[in-house]
């Protein structure tokens, strides 16, 4: 027997009416959703699009802005980078004036010592310590103070122009990072919707850890030029410094160089006039002992002549003894012949005499002409000290490094 099947529900005519009304109004209200929804969404897309246009364009304006900024920042630095570079190249050529200023002081030191050491060759009385030693020695200390100032000017210097390269590292590294930055700035600026190559990348909208803040960046700008500023300035006064330096020492050497010729011309001039009144005194000692020499000469034949007188005299008196008896008388003839054997032998005595005074003075004029050349061959020897071997090799002395 067939099974019957159960039929569905049916609705009565109202249910059917309402369910229609049900829908409709239900597709109205969608279909007014999704109107407004479309109106929203274009007045949404015309927003987001000039929003974001806008925001384009303050990008664009923030970047030019920057790259002004580091356009501005890399003209203070480049100039600082210039003035630096050329101050720095000049003192440079300060510190090779300083160089060649120590060099030239060797051979000015050199000669004052071998003036020295010369002058120590003088002999007897000339080794004395006169003026022309004491400004000898007095130049020989003005020299090493020069070097002594020289080489701490060359010491500063070469320490100013470590901290004149130090600055310049620092100003051509802040240049090249921020021509670096200007590029890739530049780069940006020029980006638009339509540039080919662009793309999207992820994890880049982020504030980096290591980022400054504008104003840490400008500070540090403006610190590399402060300091390079301030570096330029002791640059500047230490050449000063250095000037007044070269021109002090020059002077000094050169005052202290004139002061030595001066006394050697004088020390030369004083013992060439000392040697000539030697030599004069010579000349009268040689011409005194040469008469003093004839005249001993004829002492001595004076005192050989009287003996002819006393042997007569003494003969005469000697036969008269002989007289006989009454004739041995004391008569005047006999008192004349004992005065004149008396007068003949005073006068040898006193020839005698005056012969060893006379022999006595040659002695002492013999000794005072050995003395006279002796002291003027000292003489000649300081001459050629002073007049061949110091001022000769003075002429070689030229302060001419300011």
């Known amino acids: 027997m067939a099974k019957l099947v159960q039929a569905p529900p049916k609705f009565t005519p109202p249910e059917w009416h309402s369910s229609n009304k049900i829908k409709y109004h239900n597709a109205e209200d969608q279909r007014c959703r999704s109107e407004r929804l479309i109106d929203e969404s274009s007045r949404l897309i015309e927003e987001v699009e000039k929003t974001t246009r806008r925001s384009q364009r303050d990008v664009n304006k923030k970047i030019a802005q920057r790259i002004e900024d580091i356009n501005f920042w890399k003209s203070e630095l480049q100039l600082k980078l210039t003035e630096l570079t050329t101050e720095n190249d000049t003192l440079l050529n300060y510190k090779a004036r300083l ?85 890739i700035d530049t780069f940006c600026s020029e980006l638009h919707n339509n540039t080919t190559g662009i793309g999207f990348h992820g994890n880049v909208v982020k504030i980096e850890s290591n980022s400054v803040t504008p104003q840490d960046w400008m500070a540090f700008s403006n610190a590399n030029i402060e300091k390079a500023e301030r570096e330029r300035n002791s640059s500047v006064a230490l050449r000063a410094l250095i000037d007044g330096s070269l021109k002090e020492t020059a002077d000094d050497m050169k005052t202290q160089c004139a002061a030595v010729n001066l006394a050697l011309t004088e020390r030369i001039n004083e013992t060439k006039m000392a040697k000539d009144k030697l030599e004069k005194h010579l000349d009268k000692v040689l011409g005194e002992i040469s008469t003093m020499e004839k005249n ?8 050989a002549d009287k003996k002819g007188p006393m042997m007569v005299s003494q003969s005469r008196l000697n036969e008269r003894t002989q007289r006989p008896n009454v004739e041995l008388c004391r008569d005047p003839v006999q008192y004349r012949l004992i005065s004149e054997v ?10 005698v005499s005056t012969l060893a ?27 050629y000290i002073d007049e061949v071997q110091c001022q000769r090799i003075r002429e070689a002395i030229s302060i001419n490094y300011f």
Do not use: F, M, W
């Open 99 to 183: 160089e060649k200023a120590l060099a030239a002081c060797e051979e000015p030191l050199s000669i004052s010592q071998q003036c020295l050491l010369n002058r120590e060759q003088r002999v007897s009385i000339d080794l004395v310590h006169d003026k022309v030693e004491k400004e000898l020695l007095k130049e020989v200390e003005v020299i090493q103070g020069v070097v002594a100032l020289l080489r701490r000017s060359h010491e500063q210097a070469v320490e100013q122009i470590r901290r004149n390269r130090s600055a310049i590292y620092y100003l051509e590294k802040d240049l090249k990072d921020k021509a670096s930055a200007q590029s």
């Open 357 to 383: 005074q006379a022999e006595a003075e040659l002695k002492g004029l013999i000794r005072n002409q050995l003395l006279l050349e002796e002291d003027i061959q000292v003489k000649s020897n300081s001459l």
């Open 296 to 303: 001993i000469i004829e002492l001595n034949k004076a005192i």
């Open 342 to 351: 008396n007068e003949i032998q005073t006068s040898i005595n006193q020839l």
